[in-house]
Structure formats: C-alpha cells, structure tokens
C-alpha cells in the first residue's frame, strides 16, 4: 500500500486536563501517514485521483485547533475519523503530541493505527 505523509503539522489548541491547559492554547504537533492507492493518480497525473493532502491539512488542523479535547487520545482518534472522510485513505497511522509538556523531555503524546474495516 502507498502511503501519503503529512509531517509536523503545527495546531494551536486547547488540551489538557489542567486549569491552565484549558484557559490558553498550546502547541500540537501532528503527524499523519495515509495509506492509499497511488497507482492511478500517478497514471492520470490527476488531483481528482489523489488523496488531497492540503485539504486534508487543512481539516485536520481546524479540528485539533476548535475541539479542545481534554487527552490526546481523544484527539488523535478524532484525526483519525476524519482522515477516513477521504475514500482514497484505507489506513492510518496519527501521531499527536504535546512539544514541552513534561519537563526535560521535547514532547509528549500517542500514535494511534486504524483501518477503515474498524
């Protein structure tokens, strides 16, 4: 399977569970593989053939910066909902993360991986 990747996406957004983490938003950091077919957007050289990564940036990081989910769990699976809107897109492996959320480390968070059969 193809893969289309979408790396350090950059969301500004409330989460956590903190008072503080509610009150301002703080950096998310969020990567996506898509797996999907290429074969024949490579073929036709045509964007209607494509999993569209602008347009799928752009979803997904409106999404992470007006939710204000609490974990990013949550969020992460969230990201990957929307991901699946796209029929092109049959897997998908999300990474979302917190830069400097826990001291002395560069950032916290998950990586999920779903299939559309789930």
Not at 68 to 97: H, M, Y
Request: glycine share 6%; hydrophobic share 40%.
């Amino acid at each position: 399977m193809d893969k289309v990747i979408i790396k350090d996406l950059l969301a500004r957004g409330i989460i956590g569970v903190n008072d503080w983490e509610r009150k301002r938003a703080q950096d998310i950091l969020i990567n996506l593989t898509l797996f999907t077919d290429t074969k024949r957007a490579g073929e036709t050289d045509n964007l209607e053939d494509c999993v569209n990564y602008s347009t799928m940036s752009k979803k997904i990081q409106a999404h992470a910066e007006s939710v204000a989910r609490l974990t990013v769990e949550a969020l992460a699976n969230d990201l990957a909902k929307i991901c699946f809107e796209d029929k092109g897109v049959q897997r998908v492996v999300v990474r979302v993360e917190k830069p400097g959320a826990v001291r002395f480390a560069d950032s916290v968070g998950v990586e999920i991986e779903r299939s559309r059969d789930e």
